[in-house]
């Protein structure tokens, strides 16, 4: 470093043209530095890859071109050697571009094997990259022959970063791995670090090598002093040699990104912070090169080093790029390697402020123009006009048939002519199903959302197949996530907050495309399920973290027998989402197990058979009177725990003002209602039931209460309220005007609910991000003369720094508030009409985990808000319902670099399986809390009982299923997370699909048919003497009548679901649940045929790097057409499966015997053995038409 200049931020910058492209939520995701002008490459979570030129110091970041590269975020950026030329890594694809953002090539990849690790090739003469995908698949291609296979290698699964030279493969896997792999002897394995930062837990964030050092970032399975940075040997990977010692201010900061060059090793922390260390021999600390000043909810998201050693650049959250280097006396180029820059942007000098364009020759004819870079602009190109420019021309003129205009006569003003019978008697031309498909998109925003996308991801496979040199030219528009807004004049409710709407295709709902609305890491939830409403309150909860955990922790358990416990598919959906990472989900099983609840019928928590809520209650009340049912049965089922994590204690004090009498009474209240603007209580407040009573008035009707200033006095009377009701007295044996008076006793213990009342206006009061809350003035005991409750102060302050007067609630004596609590809105669920008087659905707005982000909601759409959207209550669109506030200790919190693990289910459900169904239940307990749970278990224990007294039933009952436990050493296996098996599922038809029949012979789908699991059966396939042996074997109880048992296809006969009759072992669909949550969390290999339907019925998502699906494996490229498991096995077999009836222990043993040939194709040849095998079973297949034989 010089010390003559120093080192300073250069420039700071933020594309302010992005806003025409409605791109502010896009974040830089990859940064890149060309070697041989002073031109900065970014590419962002929008897919977009953007040429910026740097200038003079201070002087910004101009834009000199952009181009849309995929829908996907470009995750690598690599200038190549030469300059104007640039490698960029996305998720899906692969592909070269020049400066100017001309496409050289693209080599795109299946959806189920993402790219996720890439570099250039060093040495060897070839001017290549090395590219990992997510499947285990390594490639080498060659960038002169257009990204053409050179070899193809079979590498570690998950790899995050990856060095490729002549000598020497080195990878590092996410789980902690290092290997080293040698070229030269068919890229076997030479060295390894196995958990190179511990046993379990451990994450690589990075890697990068000099010469015969290797440095590695990540977290350790312990981490004591957070995550770290690791030396190792190339010569000795067994274990490291060492960790960088942090410097000064470095132990507060978390080392993520690496760079090396040949004198320096760069460091780049997750808060911006970048050093480096000096590579003689002893890693000196050398002073902090940068330290970006990011904003307090920012963090880094890509980093970059210039080829000179002279800059640096470093992108944040937030969308700004710090580009660092020296500032005084530069007399070389700032980014590039001591050429002149082959761009220049500025104002000063005789140019004029054009871009030189060095290196690209006129006069040479196979030179295309767009291989120089885009000038600078400031005003919007007329080649991409805005939404000012454009207007909707509507419906095109019907189209009239030539020999109708030839044969026209007019007589004056009117034409006539002989009908040529080209159509039938009041049939249009037009095609009337794309115009039910464009008024199903007008009504859900779909494209808006979308940018006219397609929904299907076989229609994206049709247009981006592999070689298609306009896959990136179609994709010129990003993802509309924020709508612009709408006409002053006539406010239309935003396309984001409309009803979102799942199409179908003829391959069912697996082929929507729920990522076009997502590109968030929180998962959605669907809306094509029974008594769906319940997601938006269902995401309020699972953003309540304590909440979540503690419903985590009652599922992991095993003291709960009851098959129907809402607690623990509570705990089984908040897992799910957790560890989906944005993948769609949806609450299924949950909200079965709700319908069966003879509770949630009697209290009309459900809809309809077409969708309607019950005797047409508010959306509103109804997640109202659902938010108060889940918490009465969560505080039920999991007794013991004091107090409830959501409410808060009352107590009820009662004054007869005729003789004085009074009585109290305390409980526990769940969420409080608040009363209207107006003063008086709205009638659907009453209908969602709880503490409000049909008249309330105040007590002293000379001094009628002020109206509410602003919320907080809501609030404060929602927590302290006096009421005023006829009642019988028993002190004067006669009805009287009762005055009762609530009070809360102590602030909540986690969470405060508030229940909104519907208004039939917009609400015109703004809702509280933050307040303080006291509660005090008596010592809850009611003290001598019982006056405890009427003593109590209730005040709901503003936070620190507002400018709000609090209100205050109080009784007669004025004694001083207790300590203050700060309550932090954790987040609100509303209610949102598409039009003024069509139907209502629900959303939630949650805060994000760290950072206080705002996410709306919708359904299976996720993204981000601003919170003036979520406080604001005034759009006639929205009715707020619910609002949810967390004491500040327990508010959403960031998430630290190693979070906890969930609580983790007990392997003996594998080792030793039992089910509730086998015998009946001890007897239950008296507790009163579990009274309606212990009803239940003694029903089902006296039709067990019942069915048993038949002879044959007893019989039948000492039968067992195929399934043998596992043993110890299996167990053990299943622990290190190194277990594999193959799984396969039976359903049955509960529902069937809903589709409508239009006049000309076309059909909509409205809903698939609902599946049910039936029969799960997983097998070993870990070698030695069980392998291939099934270790769960179990057939799922029927809890509802079904309607198709599909016996061909699921080999399911009449009564082999029922209780007490059926000829098999049965299980509860929980117990069923939990024994494939356990795989799923030991981070089993899961091998099967079809598994993402599998998986989606059984209501589960499991990592991609976990599945090995043979119906991905054995899927070619250039063809949509998937294989049928019965003719793979006949393929490599020669044997026929699926004769008769399906049986799930067969076909799972058949893929597991699929996947040996997989496997043994690969190793057998690395680079050709999987294509020529695909070939070969296409062309067999398409000479026998997909059939297999009769005989073999």
Wanted: one cysteine or more.
């Amino acid at each position: 470093m010089d010390p003559d200049g120093g080192w300073a931020e250069y420039t700071q910058s933020w594309d302010h043209s992005r806003d025409d492209l409605d791109l502010r939520d896009s974040v830089v995701t990859a940064l890149g530095v060309d070697p041989c002008s002073e031109a900065l490459y970014a590419g962002d979570s929008s897919g977009r890859l953007t040429t910026y030129a740097v200038g003079d110091a201070g002087s910004g970041l101009e834009r000199l071109a952009w181009a849309q590269c995929a829908h996907t975020p470009v995750r690598r950026v690599l200038a190549l050697a030469g300059g104007a030329r640039v490698f960029v890594q996305t998720d899906d694809s692969v592909q070269v571009r020049t400066a100017g953002g001309r496409r050289v090539f693209v080599r795109a990849t299946t959806p189920n094997d993402a790219f996720t690790a890439s570099t250039l090739a060093a040495g060897g003469g070839v001017e290549g990259a090395f590219v990992c995908t997510s499947a285990g698949s390594g490639s080498l291609l060659s960038l002169a022959q257009h990204g053409a296979v050179v070899r193809r290698v079979a590498v570690e699964l998950s790899a995050v970063a990856v060095d490729f030279r002549s000598d020497a493969l080195l990878l590092a896997t996410v789980g902690g791995d290092l290997v080293l792999r040698d070229p030269r002897a068919g890229f076997g394995v030479a060295l390894a670090a196995r958990k190179a930062f511990g046993s379990n837990g451990c994450m690589v964030t990075d890697m990068v090598r000099c010469g015969s050092r290797v440095f590695a970032c990540g977290s350790p399975a312990a981490p004591a002093h957070g995550a770290v940075v690791r030396l190792f040997d190339l010569r000795n990977l067994g274990g490291p040699a060492g960790d960088v010692e942090p410097g000064p201010g470095e132990a507060d900061h978390s080392p993520v990104r690496l760079h090396a060059d040949a004198q320096r090793l760069w460091i780049c922390h997750d808060s911006g912070l970048l050093t480096t260390r000096a590579l003689g021999g002893s890693l000196d600390v050398d002073e902090p090169f940068a330290e970006p000043p990011l904003s307090s909810y920012a963090y880094m998201s890509a980093f970059c080093v210039a080829p000179s050693g002279a800059a640096a650049a470093v992108a944040d959250t937030d969308g700004i790029v710090h580009v660092w280097g020296e500032t005084a006396g530069r007399g070389a180029p700032l980014l590039s390697t001591g050429r002149a820059p082959d761009l220049h942007v500025g104002g000063g000098g005789g140019g004029g402020g054009h871009a030189a364009l060095d290196g690209v020759s006129f006069d040479d004819v196979s030179m295309p123009l767009s291989a120089a870079a885009m000038p600078p602009y400031a005003a919007p190109l007329l080649s991409r006009p805005d939404a000012e420019r454009l207007c909707d021309v509507g419906r095109p003129a019907a189209f009239v048939d030539e020999r109708v205009l030839g044969s026209l006569r007019l007589m004056g003003a009117v034409g006539y002519a002989p009908n040529p019978r080209s159509q039938r008697r009041n049939q249009l031309p037009f095609a009337q199903a794309a115009w039910r498909q464009r008024w199903r998109a007008a009504g859900s925003g779909a494209d808006e959302l979308t940018c006219g996308r397609p929904k299907f991801i076989s229609q994206q496979r049709r247009q981006h197949k592999p070689g298609d040199r306009d896959q990136a030219d179609r994709a010129d528009q990003p993802l509309a996530l924020q709508p612009a807004a709408a006409a002053a004049s006539a406010p239309a409710t935003p396309s984001h907050l409309r009803r979102m709407r799942i199409e179908y295709s003829r391959f069912g709902v697996e082929d929507f495309d729920f990522s076009l609305y997502n590109r968030t890491r929180w998962s959605g939830l669907e809306g094509d399920v029974a008594n769906a409403y319940a997601n938006a309150l269902l995401q309020l909860l699972f953003f309540a973290p304590r909440f979540r955990r503690a419903a985590e922790a009652h599922s992991a358990g095993d003291t709960c027998v009851d098959a129907a416990c809402l607690s623990c598919h509570l705990g089984f959906l908040f897992r799910m989402l957790a560890s989906a990472g944005g993948a769609s989900c949806h609450a299924s099983l949950l909200l079965r197990v709700l319908a069966e609840r003879p509770e949630a019928a009697a209290l009309a928590l459900l809809e309809d058979a077409d969708g309607n809520a019950a005797a047409a209650t508010p959306y509103a009340v109804l997640a109202q009177r659902l938010l108060r049912f889940v918490l009465e049965q969560a505080a039920a089922e999991c007794a013991g725990r004091d107090p409830p994590l959501i409410g808060f204690a009352q107590r009820t004090r009662t004054v007869c003002p005729a003789c004085g009498e009074a009585a109290e009474r305390a409980a526990h209240v769940f969420a409080a209602d608040l009363d209207p603007p107006q003063g008086s209580a709205a009638l659907a407040s009453l209908l969602a039931g709880g503490a409000a009573s049909v008249r309330r008035a105040d007590t002293h009707r000379a001094a009628p209460p002020a109206q509410p200033a602003d919320f907080l006095a809501l609030i404060a009377r929602a927590l302290a309220r006096s009421d005023t009701t006829r009642a019988w007295c028993a002190g004067c044996r006669s009805f009287q005007l009762l005055r009762t008076d609530k009070r809360i006793t102590q602030p909540p213990a986690a969470y405060l609910a508030l229940n909104f009342p519907v208004l039939d206006s917009a609400w015109q009061l703004a809702l509280p991000a933050e307040f303080e809350l006291r509660v005090g003035g008596g010592d809850g005991d009611g003290g001598g003369d019982g006056d405890g409750v009427a003593g109590s102060v209730v005040r709901a302050a503003p936070r620190a720094g507002d400018d709000v007067d609090g209100s205050v609630v109080r009784a007669a004596d004025d004694e001083p508030a207790g300590p203050a609590c700060r309550m932090q809105l954790v987040g609100v669920v509303s209610s949102i009409r598409d039009s003024p008087r069509g139907a209502e659905h629900l959303v939630a707005h949650v805060r994000e985990p760290g950072g206080g982000a705002w996410l709306l909601m919708n359904d299976f759409l996720v993204q981000p808000v601003a919170e003036s959207a979520v406080v604001a209550l005034g759009d006639w669109w929205r009715t707020p319902a619910i609002a949810l506030y967390a004491v500040a200790a327990h508010a959403p919190a960031p998430a630290p670099a190693c979070a906890p693990a969930p609580p983790a289910l007990p392997t003996r459900i594998l080792t030793a399986p039992a089910s509730v169904l086998d015998s009946p239940p001890p007897h239950p307990s008296a507790s009163p809390a579990q009274g309606a749970q212990q009803q239940r278990r003694l029903a089902s224990a006296a039709a067990v009982a019942a069915a048993r007294q038949s002879p044959h039933v007893r019989a039948a009952g000492a039968r067992r299923n195929a399934a043998v436990p596992l043993v110890a050493a299996e167990a053990a296996l299943l622990a290190s997370g190194a277990f594999r098996c193959a799984l396969d599922a039976e359903f049955v038809v509960l529902e069937a699909a809903k589709m409508e029949v239009f006049s000309d012979g076309t059909h909509e789908l409205h809903r698939p048919p609902v599946h049910v699991l039936a029969r799960l059966s997983v097998v070993r396939a870990n070698g030695g003497l069980l392998h291939g042996l099934p270790f769960i074997d179990d057939y799922v109880a029927a809890t509802r009548p079904i309607e198709d048992l599909a016996t061909q296809y699921s080999g399911i006969h009449a009564g082999d679901l029922t209780v007490g009759a059926s000829p098999h072992k049965l299980s509860a669909m929980k117990e069923v649940y939990r024994k494939l949550r356990l795989l799923v969390d030991a981070k089993a290999t899961i091998i099967g045929h079809g598994l993402k339907h599998d998986f989606r019925v059984c209501n589960i998502v499991v990592p991609p790097a976990q599945l090995r699906d043979t119906m991905v494996l054995f899927q070619s490229p250039r063809h949509i057409r998937p294989i049928a498991l019965r003719f793979l096995y006949w393929y490599f077999e020669r044997s026929i499966i699926q004769s008769g009836e399906h049986s799930s222990v067969e076909d799972a043993q058949a893929t597991l015997k699929v996947y040996e040939h997989y496997v043994q194709c690969i190793n057998n040849d690395p680079e050709n053995g999987l294509e020529d095998t695909l070939d070969d079973i296409y062309a067999i297949g398409a000479q026998l038409a997909w059939k297999v034989p009769d005989s073999t």
